[in-house]
Nanobody, 116 residues
Framework: QVQLVESGGGLVQAGGSLRLSCAAS????????MGWYRQAPGKQREMVAT???????NYADSVKGRFTISRDNAKNTVYLQMNNLKPEDTAVYYC??????????WGQGTQVTVSS
C-alpha cells in the first residue's frame, strides 16, 4: 500500500508561478519513475513531466522551457516548478509513481487555476 499526497496547487495570475510537491509514503521497495499528469475539463488526461530514479526528465512540448521537474529520493518526493503559467495550464494535476514491485500509483490530484 502506497499513498501519494500532493500539495501546492491554487489560484495564480497568468505569468505567475507555483510549485507542486508530492510525497510518497507506505510500504514500498523502490520508487522508479515519478511524474505529473493533468486533466482539464472536457479533456483527456495528459502527461506533463516525468523523471527517472536517476534524475532524467521528460516534458510535454506545451510546458517545455516553463516547467521543471525534480525529485528527492531520500524524501520519496517529486516536485514540479511551474513558471510563466498560462490559462491553458488550468487543470487538476495528478502525481504518478512507479513503485516496484507493486506497480503504478496515483495521487488524488490538486487543482491549479490560472486566470487571464
Amino acid at each position: 500500500q502506497v499513498q501519494l499526497v500532493e500539495s501546492g496547487g491554487g489560484l495564480v495570475q497568468a505569468g505567475g508561478s507555483l510549485r507542486l510537491s508530492c510525497a510518497a509514503s507506505g510500504s514500498m521497495f523502490s520508487i522508479n519513475t515519478m511524474g505529473w499528469y493533468r486533466q482539464a475539463p472536457g479533456k483527456q488526461r495528459e502527461m506533463v513531466a516525468t523523471i527517472t530514479r536517476g534524475g532524467w526528465p521528460n516534458y510535454a512540448d506545451s510546458v517545455k522551457g516553463r516547467f521543471t521537474i525534480s525529485r528527492d529520493n531520500a524524501k520519496n518526493t517529486v516536485y514540479l516548478q511551474m513558471n510563466n503559467l498560462k490559462p491553458e495550464d488550468t487543470a487538476v494535476y495528478y502525481c504518478y509513481a512507479q513503485v516496484a514491485p507493486m506497480g503504478p500509483y496515483w495521487g488524488q490530484g490538486t487543482q491549479v487555476t490560472v486566470s487571464s
